[in-house]
């Protein structure tokens, strides 16, 4: 940067006698902190003196204990079934094996003992049953926080009962259930053991998630108490009275939903603070459950303070119920947004537009994240299906992160529309082309820097690559995770690596950086594959 000011301005003799001063100044005192780094580090491996873990606060280490037994769990999320039985869980036990003063610590903070892990239908199951016993117990008057993988749910071993009549008096935190290929048998009996099991008040967290369906639709809980009659292949009945019900699931701020879902008028979803409705994760042929357009914005205004909106989900537009002929569509202001996650898949994506429409973000920095599909009609995508409502939403957002797939490289319309964006993450698709029909805009110049743009598991053409990279603003790093480039002709391939050491990438980045077998850099930003831990 000296040499490039040297050579465009006329330097004095004095100027120049000054810069080469504060040069030679600041090499002195870049060796001085070296040495002192190199002295700092010698006294921390040969000290005497240094300070062993156990001799810190109490305070410090449960704080470091706690953090430890958060990372492992989180690290779980993409464990295969069932997920409860990963010995990744087992930390507190590990904690207490250290030492004896490890062991005293841990049983006098009852909150590393408050998870409970049960697990129905597998071979495993009943040698959770004493572990969970001994936990419920040193947990002593924490709120339990019961997790439960569901393999079968057509028999309820008596050893789950009593452990469940052991804890009824208890207070309840969470509640969550992966069903992991369970049949819909007995899925009511199932639900109304755990359900009944507790008194209302205290639940705050709810986590239900089906992975598979068996080709049927995903379907609603609800009493079979209730004065409506509805079909029996829509809903699943509970039989509990609906006050119970609905006195369980009222203080619940946060709601996650995969593929089983609670009735659509419930108050299951008033105050919440974070909602995902999304589709089972592993059924991709059979149909899935929609809500009316105008219960999404019932629900949407039961709960102004969402922070986290995740939704997959087909929506039945029903405008005319909402609005009278003429009136204006007026979104729903939900100031505290901080993350739409709208994951559409090719049963779905039609739906995009009536969510997009209803959402009205505050003022807070938002991550937003478009469909991650590829949409079921060739040669086309759903944000180009929808830049219309995407244009008018991003008018009303301060959006900051963004992900996306997209076929159409000209995005000139988003960053305009876009002026706090800081990270880009897009899929881009193998039929990138320069469009020569659209009139591309100038960005302007007052856009900005962004901080990131990731390209995630791209197979590109080099030359196209670098004309769509070209259009984009200045960027501080460029992240290629999984890519592959191809020549002109599609015949030869350059992985990442090869691409960045030819220096063919555009001027526009100031770093660059390939990402091979590590995961998805974004993958915080997502719903997770089990719906127990997300990043975010």
């Not at 994760?281 to 019932?298: L, V």
């Not at 993350?339 to 505050?362: C, M, N, Q």
């Not at 391939?493 to 091979?516: G, L, R, W």
Request: with cysteine; charged share 20%; glycine share 4%.
């Amino acid at each position: 940067m000296v040499e490039s000011y040297c050579r465009t301005n006329n330097l004095t003799a004095a100027a120049s006698d000054r810069i080469t001063h504060e040069l030679a100044f600041q090499g002195a005192f870049a060796r001085i902190l070296t040495k002192a780094k190199a002295s700092i580090k010698f006294c921390r491996n040969t000290s005497r003196y240094l300070v062993p873990i156990h001799t810190l606060p109490s305070e410090i280490l449960i704080h470091i204990l706690n953090l430890a037994g958060a990372v492992g769990h989180e690290s779980c999320k993409e464990h295969e079934t069932p997920y409860c039985l990963n010995r990744i869980h087992l930390q507190p036990v590990v904690f207490a094996s250290v030492c004896v003063q490890w062991r005293t610590l841990m049983f006098q903070f009852p909150t590393f003992w408050s998870r409970i892990d049960l697990v129905h239908g597998h071979r495993a199951g009943w040698n959770i049953i004493p572990r969970a016993k001994i936990w419920a117990e040193c947990a002593g008057l924490c709120p339990l926080d019961i997790r439960v993988a569901v393999v079968s749910c057509n028999l309820i071993e008596k050893g789950f009962v009593d452990f469940l009549n052991s804890i009824a008096t208890r207070t309840l935190g969470s509640l969550s259930f992966i069903l992991e290929n369970a049949s819909d048998v007995n899925e009511g009996t199932f639900f109304k053991l755990y359900f009944s099991n507790w008194a209302p008040g205290t639940l705050k967290k709810l986590i239900i998630e089906k992975t598979k369906h068996s080709g049927r639709y995903s379907r609603l809980i609800k009493s079979s108490n209730s004065v409506q009659q509805h079909d029996s292949e829509s809903y699943l009945f509970v039989d509990l009275p609906d006050d119970l019900l609905e006195a369980l699931w009222r203080p619940v701020t946060v709601l996650r939903l995969h593929g089983i879902y609670i009735d659509w008028g419930s108050q299951a979803y008033h105050g919440l603070t974070e909602l995902s409705l999304l589709p089972s994760r592993e059924t991709h042929e059979s149909p899935t459950t929609s809500i009316r357009e105008s219960q999404f914005k019932m629900i949407l205004m039961s709960s102004p303070g969402l922070r986290v909106l995740r939704f997959g989900l087909a929506v039945a537009p029903n405008i005319g119920v909402i609005l009278t002929q003429g009136e204006a569509i007026i979104p729903v202001q939900l100031n505290d947004l901080e993350l739409l996650d709208l994951d559409f898949d090719r049963r779905t994506e039609t739906s995009l537009k009536y969510i997009l429409r209803w959402v009205a973000p505050g003022p807070k920095p938002l991550i937003l994240l478009l469909p991650r599909s590829y949409g079921a009609i060739p040669g086309s995508d759903l944000v180009a299906h929808n830049r219309p409502d995407i244009q008018s939403f991003l008018v009303r957002a301060k959006v900051t992160e963004l992900c996306m797939y997209i076929r159409d490289p000209a995005l000139d319309w988003l960053f305009s529309l876009t002026p706090h964006l800081r990270t880009l993450a897009v899929w881009l698709s193998s039929s990138l082309v320069t469009s020569h029909n659209e009139t591309q805009e100038n960005i302007d110049s007052s856009y900005g820097t962004i901080d990131k743009i990731y390209v995630l598991a791209s197979t590109l053409k080099l030359n196209t690559f670098c004309q769509w990279l070209s259009r984009c603003p200045p960027t501080r790093a460029l992240v290629y995770w999984r890519c592959v480039f191809l020549d002109d002709e599609g015949k030869r391939t350059y992985q990442a690596d090869e691409f960045i050491k030819q220096q063919k990438t555009p001027t526009v980045c100031s770093h660059i950086e390939n990402i091979t077998d590590e995961p998805c850099p974004i993958g915080g930003w997502r719903a997770s594959r089990h719906g127990y831990t997300y990043s975010i």
